[in-house]
C-alpha cells in the first residue's frame, strides 16, 4: 500500500504533530508500506524559512528513507492575517504538487490546518484514493479557547470555518482523532462512531525506555517542562510557581523549549526577579537529545491553560518521561488526570493554580520514596499501553476493516 501524508509540519520542525506523523510513517514503513510525505518548507514556530530551504517553491529530499516534497508556504507565526496566509499558501502549492502523484492508494491528512482538508479532497478526486483526516484539535472550536484574539475567533470567519470543517468530514472515508476527548467532540457533532478511529500520541521504545534517578548525586533536583511553549499549555504557572519556591534551594525548574509566550515568560520571570538557578529557560532540543534531558530529571511539569476546553488535551510531552520512568506533575484536567491517578504514575494539580503547583514540586522533593515508586508506574504504564507499535497496530487494525485496505 502507498500512502501520503499531507502535513504543514514534519521533521526538521518540532512538536507533537511532526513527532507523531513521523512515527506513523516509520510504523507503516515497519510493516512493508510504501510512504511519501508532502509538506511545506519548514518555518514553524520560528516564523520564517529555516536555514538551508530559503529560496525554493519545490524542494525533494528523504529523512530516514521516506521521500519528503516540500512546497512554498508563506512564513508566519503566531496568528492573524499572516497566518491564514500560511494556510492557505500550502494549501495551494501543495495541491499543485499533488496532483502530479501516481500510484497513492491512501491519503491522510492532518487537521488543523482544517484548510489543508481542501488540498486532500482535490487530490482524492484525481489520485482516485480514500481519505482519512486526523483531527489533533476540533478546529474551528478551539480558536477562542486557545487564540481569544485571532481573526478566526468570531464573525463571518468562524461561522465560515464551521461550514469549512463540515463539508471535510462528509468528504473524510475516515476520520482519526488524537484523544479521547476529541472522539467524543466527533460524535456530539453527529459523526457516525463506525467512521471514527482513535490514535493517540505515544512514544518509541527504541529510544525511551526506564533510566535511573540520581538525585543523590545531583543538587537540586531538577523538575523538567519541555515542549512548545504556547497559549494553550499556561506555562505562566510555572513561573508563578517558581516565585513560591524561592526558599528551595534544592529545586530547579527547567523550560526547554520556544514558542509564542517564551518571551513574556522570560519576562515575568525578570520582573519577579526569579533567581536563573531556580527557573532556568533553555532552547529546544531534538528529539534525540530528550532521552539524556530526561535521565537528568527527577518529575515532568506538564500544565495545560484553565478552560474546559482543554480537558480533552492530551500532550504529547507527557509520554516520553513517563517512558522513561518519571512521574508527571499535571495541571489539568480530563482524561489524562484520570489515567494519571487510576495509574498512581504522578500527581494531579488543578490548572492555573501555582500554589497548587509548588506544593507538588515539594511533594517529590521531600518523598524520593514516592517519586521512585510512581516512576515505575509510570515506566510500566507507558511501556505497556502507549508505545508507538501498540498505537499503531490498533489503528491499522481499524483502517483495514473501515476502508478495506491491505494495512
Same mark, same amino acid.
Given at each position: 500500500?502507498? $500512502? ?54 519545490? #524542494? ?19 496568528r492573524g492575517v499572516k497566518r491564514l496566509i500560511n494556510y492557505l499558501s500550502f494549501m495551494t502549492t501543495s495541491t499543485l504538487r499533488g496532483l502530479g502523484l501516481k500510484g497513492v492508494d491512501l491519503i491522510f491528512y ?35 479557547? $486557545?487564540?481569544?484574539?485571532? $481573526? ?76 512548545? #511553549? ?144 510512581q516512576g515505575k508506574a509510570a515506566a510500566d504504564y507507558a511501556q505497556r499501553e502507549m508505545a508507538w507499535p501498540i498505537l499503531i497496530g490498533r489503528w491499522l487494525e481499524r483502517v483495514e476493516a473501515r476502508l478495506g485496505?491491505?494495512?
Amino acid at each position: 500500500m502507498h $500512502v501520503l501524508f499531507v502535513t504543514q509540519y514534519f521533521a526538521p520542525e518540532v512538536g507533537a504533530a511532526p513527532t507523531r506523523l513521523a512515527a506513523t510513517v516509520a510504523g507503516l514503513q515497519q510493516r512493508g508500506h510504501q510512504v511519501t510525505v508532502l509538506t511545506s518548507l519548514p518555518n514553524h514556530l520560528k516564523g520564517q524559512t529555516y536555514t538551508g530551504y530559503e529560496g525554493k517553491i519545490f #524542494h525533494r529530499e528523504v529523512i530516514d528513507g521516506t521521500p519528503v516534497l516540500r512546497t512554498w508556504a508563506f512564513p508566519a507565526g503566531g496568528r492573524g492575517v499572516k497566518r491564514l496566509i500560511n494556510y492557505l499558501s500550502f494549501m495551494t502549492t501543495s495541491t499543485l504538487r499533488g496532483l502530479g502523484l501516481k500510484g497513492v492508494d491512501l491519503i491522510f491528512y492532518e487537521s488543523p490546518p482544517l484548510f489543508l482538508g481542501l488540498a486532500a479532497t482535490a487530490l482524492k478526486k484525481r489520485l482516485n484514493a480514500p481519505v482519512i483526516m486526523n483531527v489533533s484539535d476540533l478546529w474551528p472550536d478551539s480558536v477562542p479557547a $486557545v487564540a481569544p484574539d485571532s $481573526v478566526f475567533a468570531s464573525g463571518p470567519v468562524m461561522k465560515a470555518g464551521l461550514g469549512l470543517e463540515a463539508f471535510l468530514y462528509a468528504q473524510a472515508d475516515l476520520i482519526t482523532a488524537v484523544t479521547r476527548g476529541i472522539l467524543d467532540g466527533l460524535e456530539a457533532k453527529g459523526i457516525d462512531p463506525d467512521r471514527l478511529a482513535y490514535l493517540p500520541n505515544g512514544f518509541d521504545p527504541d529510544r525511551f525506555e526506564p533510566r535511573s534517578f540520581r538525585e543523590r548525586s545531583r543538587k537540586p533536583m531538577v523538575f523538567l517542562a519541555a515542549g512548545s #511553549h504556547g497559549y494553550a499549555h499556561g506555562l505562566e504557572v510555572v513561573v508563578e510557581a517558581a516565585a513560591l519556591l524561592r526558599h528551595r534551594h534544592d529545586v530547579q525548574i527547567r523550560l526547554v523549549g520556544d514558542g509564542p509566550t517564551k518571551q513574556a515568560l522570560m519576562g515575568r520571570a525578570r520582573d519577579l526577579e526569579l533567581d536563573p538557578n531556580l527557573l532556568r529557560f533553555d532552547d529546544p532540543v531534538p528529539l534525540t537529545a530528550m532521552p539524556g534531558l530526561i535521565a537528568e530529571s527527577s518529575a515532568h511539569l506538564v500544565t495545560l491553560r484553565d478552560d474546559p476546553f482543554f480537558d480533552r488535551t492530551r500532550p504529547a510531552r507527557l509520554l516520553p518521561s513517563l517512558a522513561c520512568g518519571r512521574p508527571a506533575i499535571f495541571a489539568g484536567r480530563g482524561d489524562v488526570a484520570e489515567e494519571i491517578q487510576s495509574n498512581a504514575c504522578g500527581l494531579v494539580v488543578p490548572p492555573g493554580d501555582p500554589k497548587a503547583l509548588a506544593q507538588g514540586i515539594e511533594t517529590y522533593a521531600d518523598d524520593p520514596v514516592l517519586l521512585r515508586r510512581q516512576g515505575k508506574a509510570a515506566a510500566d504504564y507507558a511501556q505497556r499501553e502507549m508505545a508507538w507499535p501498540i498505537l499503531i497496530g490498533r489503528w491499522l487494525e481499524r483502517v483495514e476493516a473501515r476502508l478495506g485496505v491491505s494495512a
